[in-house]
């Protein structure tokens, strides 16, 4: 049974920095892809970044720069460092994991078997 358990979420002012962590079970972490995505209020989810199982990653650009994802596969986590946070940061994000044997990073959403519960960041102005 496929599990995680994200942490991390919460509320800052715009300027600060927040970091989320997605601890995985259940299946083979070091081989999967990881990606975190978000879903700001009122509008559909869209992709943030992804790590491959090679540590490969990329990132939309509105986040590049401000936002840098790693993992930690002794640990099954994928780990989401949020800095310079904006108010259009404010979403719900989740982690995601797939089974698609792949060296790159995936950016599409239907490449994901796997989904966390989502954690909300808020940001303040």
């Known amino acids: 049974q496929v599990q995680f358990v994200e942490l991390g979420g919460g509320s800052v002012q715009a300027g600060g920095s927040l970091r989320l962590s997605c601890t995985a079970s259940?299946?083979?972490?070091?081989?999967?892809?990881m990606a975190w995505f978000r879903q700001p209020p009122g509008k559909e989810r869209e992709f943030v970044c992804a790590?491959?199982?090679?540590?490969?990653?990329d990132y939309a650009n509105s986040v590049k720069g401000r936002f840098t994802i790693s993992r930690d596969n002794a640990k099954n986590t994928v780990y989401l460092q949020m800095n310079s946070l904006k108010p259009h940061d404010t979403a719900v994000y989740f982690c995601?994991?797939?089974?698609?044997?792949?060296?790159?990073?995936?950016?599409?959403?239907?490449?994901?078997?796997?989904w966390g519960q989502g954690t909300q960041v808020t940001v303040s102005s």
């Open positions: 790590v491959s199982r090679t540590f490969a990653t």
């Open positions: 995601a994991g797939s089974r698609f044997d792949s060296v790159l990073p995936l950016v599409a959403e239907l490449s994901y078997d796997y």
């Open positions: 259940g299946f083979t972490f070091s081989r999967s892809p």
